[in-house]
């Protein structure tokens, strides 16, 4: 799996946090059909490996794991079947571990000089946060000295305000609460997911790239 070739092509990333998902893959089953198929399941939820294992057996889900604090995590992720991983911050030694088991790493950073931290990590591409706090604007300051790195917006993004930060160069923005809110998520309301899902792929996709 070419993940930077993935979220080039699809545009947007779902991350689903949740106190709690009843049906794992009702939900990736429901993003795949919405047409938003990348998908991170955050180790915020409790028992997510398991969660991850279930939502794997949907065909076309792209899944990754996400808020990846440690080796352990990234392994327990990598075994349940995740295809790529996610941190919120540099975290060198889940890099290492990425790379030793040849799986996608997306590294978190904020500041310019972390995002060159994370690039000599190894990092796949790079999850610039909180997006919204930063603005637009933020994304074409750093393709400045880092012009080939791929950057994902993430933090505060919706149907609204999505495609300036990709007009401003990310390769790609992840959709949140806005489309998978924890009590969605919590209480499986799929057709309610379903809908806000297509409004923020028709947002992205429309847009050139």
């Not at 996400?66 to 060198?92: C, H, K, S, W, Y």
């Not at 796949?124 to 909180?130: D, I, L, R």
């Not at 505060?156 to 998978?180: F, K, P």
Request: aromatic letters at 4%; one cysteine or more; hydrophobic letters at 50%.
């Amino acid at each position: 799996m070419d993940l930077l070739s993935e979220l080039a092509a699809w545009r947007a990333l779902c991350i689903i946090r949740a106190p709690e998902i009843p049906d794992p893959v009702g939900l990736g089953q429901t993003l795949v059909d919405a047409g938003m198929p990348i998908v991170e399941f955050s180790f915020t939820t409790p028992n997510a490996p398991a969660l991850m294992a279930q939502a794997a057996k949907v065909d076309g889900l792209i899944l990754g794991a996400g808020t990846v604090m440690t080796e352990q995590d990234a392994r327990d992720a990598i075994n349940a079947g995740a295809q790529f991983l996610l941190t919120p911050g540099l975290r060198p030694k889940v890099a290492a571990e990425a790379i030793r088991q040849g799986v996608p790493i997306v590294l978190g950073a904020m500041t310019p000089t972390e995002v060159a931290d994370a690039v000599e990590l190894g990092a796949t591409a790079v999850k610039v946060f909180p997006a919204a706090r930063l603005g637009p604007e933020y994304f074409k300051d750093l393709h400045g000295p880092y012009p080939g790195t791929s950057l994902v917006a993430t933090g505060g993004l919706h149907a609204g305000n999505a495609t300036e930060y990709l007009e401003a160069g990310a390769l790609a923005v992840t959709a949140g609460s806005g489309v998978v809110s924890p009590a969605l998520a919590a209480e499986s309301r799929l057709k309610e997911i379903a809908l806000r899902a297509r409004e923020f792929v028709d947002a992205t996709l429309n847009l050139n790239p």
